[in-house]
């Protein structure tokens, strides 16, 4: 599964129609980013409600302005990815690290974990606070400012190793899958 989103093609979403687009995400997408069962189901119980309230053309619709947006403007781009019901900004990032690798990385407590490893970051102050537990001891949710912050460091990481190394190889979605394994 892996593999096969890494190499999501954008002319394959352009192409489905409103059940393919539901049945991709619900399938392919939420499997592939909510690995632990429980969250899982959590997160499709929310999907299920275009289905139930016969809404796909409303979900439709969201996918259409995440392919026709300037995938430059990262808080356009995680404000439309969250109107998906069930993803929040670690979702949203995710199916837009797939969409549009050479602009976002996903951005969920992994990588906020990963990088308040990181010395001397200008965000380390930021980073601390959002590595902080809610009153019941789990990640604090992270909000869209600071998954706008998130994406503008590995964007601005990516550029720095491409620059130093003399290539293109370094895209967002590269980092987020380095810090995603830096700490396991």
């Known amino acids: 599964m892996e ?15 409103p059940r393919e ?3 991709f995400l619900h399938d392919e997408y939420f499997r592939w980013k909510y690995t632990a069962d429980n969250r899982y189901a959590t997160t499709t119980i929310h999907l299920r409600k275009y289905i139930e309230a016969n ?5 439709d619709s969201i996918r259409n302005k995440l392919l026709n947006l ?5 808080r356009l781009g995680l404000s439309t990815a969250t109107e998906i019901k069930g993803l929040g900004i670690a979702g949203a990032s995710g199916l837009l690290s797939l969409m549009y690798p050479e602009h976002f990385g996903t951005v969920d407590q ?75």
């Open 3 to 17: 593999r096969a989103l890494s190499a999501l093609d954008l002319k394959r979403l352009q192409r489905f129609t």
């Open 21 to 23: 687009w539901y049945d």
């Open 55 to 59: 809404e796909l053309s409303e979900l």
């Open 70 to 74: 300037n995938p430059s403007d990262i």
């Open 110 to 184: 992994f990588a906020v974990d990963a990088l308040a490893q990181v010395n001397n970051l200008p965000e380390e102050s930021a980073i601390s606070k959002m590595n902080q537990k809610n009153n019941k001891g789990e990640p604090k949710q992270l909000r869209l400012p600071d998954g706008v912050m998130l994406i503008e460091i590995y964007a601005r990481k990516a550029k720095e190793l491409n620059h130093l190394f003399g290539s293109t190889e370094w895209t967002p979605r590269k980092l987020d899958m380095v810090l995603w394994v830096s700490g396991r």
